[in-house]
């Protein structure tokens, strides 16, 4: 009787132990959440708030989220707003896909990609696809970026810049 009960429960015990996963293979989160509202503090200031419409939660500490979008904070300053169609988290970045948006309010710059990765301990963000940046009347692309916390020091790689036909584009740089 002993090695009856030993069978019966060993499926059970070996489900429990794996991947929570559909009939079709697919992971299933372990937990779903709507209106989500992650944030990072140091010495009592936000340094960015991420809201996302939905996320979900998966066992080996995955996050994936709908509708994400992050407000970069210097102090008591919103310095940038980054919103996407998805993103997720994983070991400290945040990957960001999906009609990918930054806007800088200090200088009212735009940038715009389909894919940013920001890392949470470093607090850098890059992308290594292709991505336009507009400023006043003068658009850069380029291939790569990277930048600081609020977009306020950005690093261009392979660059393609279009200044405007005239001189009052140009003097909206000032």
């Given at each position: 009787m002993k090695k009856f009960l030993i069978f019966i429960f060993l499926p059970f015990l070996i489900s429990a132990c794996q991947n929570?996963?559909?009939?079709?293979?697919?992971?299933?989160?372990?937990?779903?959440?709507?209106?989500?509202?992650?944030?990072?503090?140091?010495?009592g200031a936000t340094s960015w708030k991420l809201k996302a419409s939905s996320a979900d939660f998966y066992d080996d500490r995955y996050i994936t989220m709908v509708n994400p979008k992050i407000i970069f904070n210097s102090g008591q300053k919103d310095e940038a707003t980054l919103i996407a169609k998805n993103a997720s988290f994983k070991e400290n970045v945040i990957t960001f896909w999906g009609s990918v948006t930054v806007n800088v309010k200090e200088d009212n710059s735009k940038l715009t990609t389909e894919k940013l990765f920001y890392n949470t301990d470093t607090k850098t963000a890059w992308t290594n696809v292709p991505f336009t940046l507009k400023r006043g009347g003068v658009t850069v692309k380029g291939k790569?970026?990277?930048a600081d916390n609020g977009f306020a020091n950005i690093e261009i790689f392979n660059q393609v810049t279009d200044l405007p036909p005239n001189l009052d584009g140009l003097k909206a740089l000032k």
């Open positions: 929570n996963t559909s009939g079709a293979g697919q992971v299933i989160p372990a937990q779903r959440a709507e209106d989500v509202v992650m944030q990072e503090t140091s010495s790569a970026l990277k």
